[in-house]
T-cell receptor, first 117, second 109 residues
């Protein structure tokens, strides 16, 4: 199956620092990538839709100036958590959509666990 | 009402048991449905898609009732390795996925 990577897998940082997370589709091109967040014992929640070459679409309640998304190529989307605070500690997961006849498939990255001290 | 609601769980069952998970969704226009499995601290992995006619994959059977907006997953002959959280997932209008909170299954020897 298709492979999506995320880097880093785990981040521990001090409050106020910015953290950049990369999501790459390794063997296919993805015009659309999605960023999800999962707090402990909660469901995955969509944060934003990242479209190659255009601005990301953010879900209600997600601050676009705090969670910067860049989708500069068909294989890479980045999420930057600016001025991270302890309440931003969460499991961040990206997914990439592979277009194919009969319907699109979505593949998840392994996730990035962010801990803000 | 939440977009996707699942049994709260957890389900603790012995090996070999049959277990059923239920799920309801709120958007009647939804077109795609899935069950995902998520292991602790890992990303979700697709278990199976769910079709209107119902579908089976080995020990797993999924059913969809569009009229009731209800999805189910049946696991027969549970194995220890089936222990995980099972996520009911509905396709969103943007191509994204809408996840339920998940139901935790623990299969004991």
């Amino acid at each position: 199956g298709a492979v999506v990577s995320q880097h880093p897998s785990r981040v521990i940082c001090k409050s106020g620092t910015s953290v950049k997370i990369e999501c790459r589709s390794l063997d296919f091109q993805a015009t659309t990538m999605f960023w999800y967040r999962q707090f402990p014992k909660q469901s995955l929640m969509l944060m934003a839709t990242s479209n190659e070459g255009s601005k990301a679409t953010y879900e209600q309640g997600v601050e676009k100036d705090k969670f910067l998304i860049n989708h500069a190529s068909l294989t890479l989307s980045t999420l930057t958590v600016t001025s991270a605070h302890p309440e931003d500690s969460s499991f961040y997961i990206c997914s990439a959509t592979r277009t194919k006849a009969g319907g699109n498939e979505q593949f998840f990255g392994p996730g990035t666990r962010l801990t803000v001290l | 009402r939440k977009e996707v609601e699942q049994d709260p769980g957890p389900f603790n069952v012995p090996e070999g048991a049959t277990v059923a998970f239920n799920c309801t969704y709120s958007n009647s226009a939804s077109q795609s449905f899935f069950w995902y499995r998520q292991d602790c601290r890992k990303e979700p992995k697709l278990l199976m898609s769910v079709y209107s006619s119902g579908n089976e994959d080995g020990r797993f059977t999924a059913q969809l009732n569009r009229a009731s907006q209800y999805i189910s997953l049946l696991i027969r002959d549970s194995k220890l390795s089936d222990s995980a959280t099972y996520l009911c997932v509905v396709g969103g209008s943007q191509g994204n996925l809408i996840f339920g909170k998940g139901t935790k299954l623990s299969v004991k020897p």
